[in-house]
């Protein structure tokens, strides 16, 4: 089993910024696809960012873009999403994920990955 725990959510003004953490540990990590999902209150969970095992091209969605970045230190089985300007229709609870084939499943919206963390609340006031 892989174990993630994220952290780094909080409460932050719109236009400001935040780092969410997500560590893993059980398996190595290195294999693993990591995703950034979120979930606002009455909605439906949404992909919000990949990278992949090789730490090639990440995928973002639309509304993130130029604004988020994903990125990943294999050598603490960290995960990271740095998230500047932060509008308050980002607020919502963020989850990490893995999966092999993480890639495949948040572009093309088909699948589940196969570990999640708790995860951590993002609230940005207007």
């Known amino acids: 089993q892989l174990q993630l725990v994220e952290s780094g959510g909080g409460l932050v003004q719109a236009g400001g910024s935040l780092t969410l953490s997500c560590a893993a540990s059980?398996?190595?990590?290195?294999?693993?696809?990591f995703g950034w999902y979120r979930q606002a209150p009455g909605k439906e969970r949404e992909g919000v960012s990949c990278?992949?095992?090789?730490?090639?091209?990440?995928y973002y969605i639309d509304s993130v873009k130029g604004r988020f970045t994903i990125s990943r230190d294999n050598a603490k089985s960290t995960v990271y999403l740095q998230m500047n300007d932060l509008k308050p229709e980002d607020t919502g609870v963020y989850y990490c994920?893995?999966?092999?084939?993480?890639?495949?499943?948040?572009?093309?919206?088909?699948?589940?990955?196969?570990?999640w963390g708790q995860g951590t609340q993002v609230t940005v006031s207007s």
């Open positions: 059980g398996l190595t990590s290195d294999y693993f696809d």
């Open positions: 990278i992949p095992s090789s730490g090639g091209n990440p």
């Open positions: 994920a893995a999966d092999q084939r993480g890639m495949d499943i948040i572009t093309t919206g088909y699948g589940w990955f196969d570990f």
